[in-house]
């Protein structure tokens, strides 16, 4: 019998990469997603007909009961958070409902319904914020600098006093920043790769960004996955740090994304004060060798291979948009722009 996960979140990128990644393991996978006008399945959409989808909300008890009832998952996978940091300053109340107390309902919902399930927190290198020490390790005390960053202590906390209260099987991954082609365009690594394949088939000219100072540890978010489900198949639940070890700043970033496409960003880049963040986090760079060691795990995709993963993704899929829409816009060719040419881009990852 095969085993059965909850993913809350599945929508989200991680959610996508999860799914296909448990499906391709021959998991029953349920998908938790909260009820509303709209339905936001482009992620998954290739999955639809594999999945199983149940109703349930992080701000309700009652729906997060009934989904683990419905769904009776040996594994769940709680993706579910107000996510974007900028967004935390102009909703700190909801960013606390959903991204920490969301946590405790949930850990509140299996303790009722199922206790034997095994339990994932998706924390975050953003509660480490101003930093103690570099790399950042499972022992670098906390100190983050947004309301998202405080919101998911608060999540990493209540699973770890889940784990010593009640002794289920509860483990947090804190994980550094994470991205892929399916990243939300509102993110600064698909903002930036967005916004350098539309300069490059001359639909705008500018990028604008705020801090190109600030430095991450940047992977890819099909390895982090991988490694969330490595947690859950340990003979004991325990938390780990999941990055590359390797920092890059944003102006790093915006130059690797132009030379994929062989353009000078100076040309196109330009810097509002107002895009900077109230408190910036200005280093995140991660220590995962306990999780190398223990989980087995380590990353296959490195920056600049992510990076050019991105660009050409969002090249290729603005190219046939504007293929298949000739009227609203036409696709300039080397020979009437001078970004170059239109052909698609061939990704090697």
Aim: with cysteine.
């Amino acid at each position: 019998m095969s085993k059965r996960a909850l993913i809350t979140g599945i929508t989200g990128q991680d959610g996508s990469y999860l799914a296909e990644l448990l499906l391709e393991k021959g998991y029953a996978v349920y998908g938790m997603v909260r009820r509303s006008s709209t339905e936001n399945f482009a992620r998954i959409e290739h999955l639809r007909d594999k999945l199983q989808l149940v109703q349930g909300d992080l701000l309700d008890p009652t729906s997060l009961e009934k989904a683990l009832r419905t769904s009776q998952p040996q594994e769940i996978y709680n993706l579910a958070a107000q996510s974007f940091v900028p967004a935390s300053w102009e909703q700190p109340i909801l960013t606390g409902e959903f991204t920490g107390l969301g946590v405790a309902r949930l850990l509140e919902a299996l303790r009722t319904v199922c206790p034997e399930a095994r339990f994932y927190q998706a924390s975050s290198s953003e509660m480490f914020g101003k930093v103690r020490e570099v790399p950042q390790s499972e022992v670098t005390p906390f100190h983050p600098r947004s309301p998202y960053g405080v919101a998911k202590a608060y999540g990493h906390y209540i699973t770890v006093n889940a784990r010593e209260s009640y002794n289920l099987f509860a483990v947090s991954g804190i994980l550094f920043n994470h991205e892929s082609p399916r990243r939300g365009l509102e993110f600064v690594t698909r903002k930036i790769s967005r916004a350098v394949a539309s300069i490059k088939l001359g639909l705008s000219s500018t990028l604008e960004l705020g801090n190109l100072d600030a430095r991450r540890d940047w992977g890819f978010a099909g390895d982090y996955v991988d490694a969330m489900w490595r947690m859950l198949q340990q003979d004991a639940p325990d938390d780990y740090v999941i990055a590359t070890g390797a920092t890059h700043s944003v102006s790093d970033l915006v130059s690797t994304a132009f030379s994929v496409v062989n353009l000078n960003p100076e040309n196109y880049v330009r810097i509002r004060a107002d895009l900077i963040r109230p408190a910036e986090v200005d280093l995140l760079v991660g220590d995962a060798s306990k999780a190398k060691r223990q989980l087995a795990w380590t990353p296959t995709v490195d920056f600049h291979g992510l990076v050019e993963l991105m660009v050409k993704a969002d090249y290729n899929q603005l190219l046939s948009e504007a293929k298949a829409r000739p009227r609203q816009f036409s696709v300039p060719t080397s020979k009437s722009h001078s970004t170059g040419s239109s052909r698609p881009l061939e990704a090697n990852a």
